[in-house]
């Protein structure tokens, strides 16, 4: 809590009450970009803390800067157009990207931390050793360095409960990989002596900010790593010989999601359904959209709720039957 001398023992925010937060605002956000750095900020961690140097990031410190963080959704969400300016100033076509764009403009325009620095180079000798994401500065005075991550992976393992296990699916990513980049290389390049070089001499204290999803065979439920918190985000997939027999269980109105989509669940209002509609399509047809494309498809279900808004009910990828054997093999090298 803060008192009126000043800051007194930190106060944490606890995970349950942003989870029920968030929930409760993407019912109520409506310009997509604003329930995304919503979803940014509020969602469950991929990871837990690895220590000692895996520390998480939090985007608030007090239960009065995340009051203040939800008034602020709620105000840029009547007055997008700023931010929907900034967004479409340069081209944006990597999920990565997108969601440095909004965590920068909350630490930017934001009621907590102030951003000081990002995507600040570090050079030796002129190679580029590495880039940090963000330097910023919370209201009480600490001097953080954030890396962010936003990644969605699929399981092919056999129930092991072991990070390697999660591959992306491109088959060009793995958690393990990540994780022990982001651990060695990243969160480090700030206390690197060369740092004070950049002009952002430290210290700084290393934070790492992971999001996303994590998807599931359908019908296995496989030991979660110890690495994992638990309360992550989790779609399923099925392979396209599969998808028939899944999909005869689900919603009936699906579409494929674009990429700079992948952050928070989609959500259509009323008065936006009928143009939705528009995209929506049966299974089988989502199927023969699907069947062109090399590698995994990810679609959403949606439902249609009382209010006759159309609302996601889950996410997942379609993949080809030759998909989890390559993937197996991909998480064992």
Not at 245 to 255: N, T, V
Request: net charge negative.
């Amino acid at each position: 809590m803060t008192t009126a001398d000043g800051p007194a023992a930190h106060v944490a925010v606890a995970p349950g009450a942003c989870a029920a937060t968030l929930d409760t605002l993407l019912t109520r956000l409506r310009e997509p970009a604003v329930r995304d750095l919503a979803w940014l900020l509020l969602s469950a961690d991929l990871l837990r803390a690895q220590p000692p140097a895996g520390v998480l990031a939090t985007p608030f410190d007090t239960p009065q800067e995340f009051a203040a963080t939800i008034a602020w959704l709620r105000a840029l969400d009547a007055a997008p157009a700023p931010l929907q300016h900034d967004l479409t100033a340069t081209r944006i076509t990597r999920l990565g990207r997108y969601a440095e764009r909004l965590l920068g403009w909350f630490l930017q325009h934001g009621p907590a931390a102030r951003l000081i620095a990002a995507g600040v180079p570090l050079r030796h000798e002129g190679i580029t050793l590495g880039e940090c994401d963000f330097l910023l500065q919370t209201q009480r005075g600490a001097r953080l360095h954030w890396e962010l991550a936003v990644k969605c992976y699929l399981h092919a393992g056999a129930g092991r409960g072991r990070l390697a296990d999660y591959v992306g699916p491109n088959l060009k990513d793995r958690f393990d990989l990540k994780l022990a980049h982001v651990l060695n290389h990243q969160l480090p390049m700030s206390a690197r002596e060369a740092f004070a070089s950049t002009g952002y001499a430290g210290p700084w204290t290393p934070q790492m900010f992971i999001k996303g999803w994590l998807f599931y065979r359908h019908g296995e439920t496989p030991f979660d790593p110890v690495e994992l918190d638990p309360a992550h985000g989790r779609g399923w997939w099925v392979t396209r010989s599969d998808w028939p027999g899944f999909a005869a269980e689900q919603a009936c109105k699906w579409r494929t999601l674009p990429r700079l989509e992948w952050l928070a669940p989609r959500r259509y209002e009323q008065h936006e359904a009928d143009a939705a509609e528009q995209t929506l399509v049966d299974a089988d047809t989502l199927a023969a959209q699907t069947s062109h494309q090399h590698g995994p498809a990810m679609v959403v279900a949606f439902d249609e709720d009382s209010a006759g808004n159309l609302v996601e009910r889950s996410r997942g990828f379609i993949v080809p039957d030759e998909w989890p054997e390559q993937a197996q093999v991909y998480a064992r090298q």
